[in-house]
């Protein structure tokens, strides 16, 4: 996704919010999320000053949480569908769906402004697991190649932590603030 120019479209819209409090892959669709400050979503299992994710805490559950808050962008929904997969905002674990912005190409530290008062800081690369062949077989695939130098290419979305908390709404606006240069390019976290 890039502008006229041929640079990352650096603004975009929610268009689902999504969180749960137990552990499961999919997370159900909402009306709103709260995001609180240094934690992630308010009520999703998720959220937390250390990590959550359960691989992570069986290495070393003291490791800051770079994982509070899950994006990932409605057009990759659309690029798997064309391969029969149906994915629907929610169903690959995400909190916040998003549309027009270039979620892949931003670099490390972009901050997203979403709403009126939100801000997320992106720390990386979601790194998808086999949970997502067990929702559709064959999915992984999908998400997760190579390019053309044999390089790993990760699709499922973004990791962030929260900066500014507030509520966040299908429809509000999102605005990337990009870091000084030189930018890191994502990596997983």
Same mark, same amino acid.
């Given at each position: ?33 709260? *995001? *609180? ?31 509070? @808050? ?9 690029? @798997? ?30 901050? *997203? ?75 997983? @976290?």
């Amino acid at each position: 996704m890039v502008d006229e120019k041929g640079e990352p479209r650096v603004s975009g819209t929610v268009t689902a919010v999504s969180s749960n409090g137990e552990y499961s892959f999919t997370k159900p669709n909402r009306d709103s999320i709260t *995001l *609180l400050v240094g934690l992630g979503v308010e009520g999703d299992v998720h959220a937390g000053v250390t990590v959550k994710h359960r691989s992570r805490v069986a290495q070393d559950p003291t490791q800051p949480n770079l994982r509070q @808050v899950h994006l990932i962008h409605e057009e990759l929904f659309t690029e @798997v569908d064309t391969e029969g997969f149906k994915v629907l905002p929610g169903d690959l674990g995400e909190n916040i769906t998003t549309r027009g912005i270039d979620l892949l190409g931003l670099p490390v530290g972009t901050l *997203l402004h979403i709403g009126d008062d939100a801000v997320l800081e992106v720390t990386g690369l979601r790194n998808p697991c086999l949970q997502i062949d067990h929702f559709q077989n064959g999915l992984l695939k999908r998400v997760v190649g190579r390019d053309e130098a044999g390089n790993i290419v990760r699709k499922a979305g973004i990791m962030s932590v929260v900066k500014e908390g507030g509520t966040v709404r299908p429809g509000d606006p999102i605005k990337a603030e990009l870091p000084a240069e030189p930018h890191r390019p994502l990596d997983r @976290v």
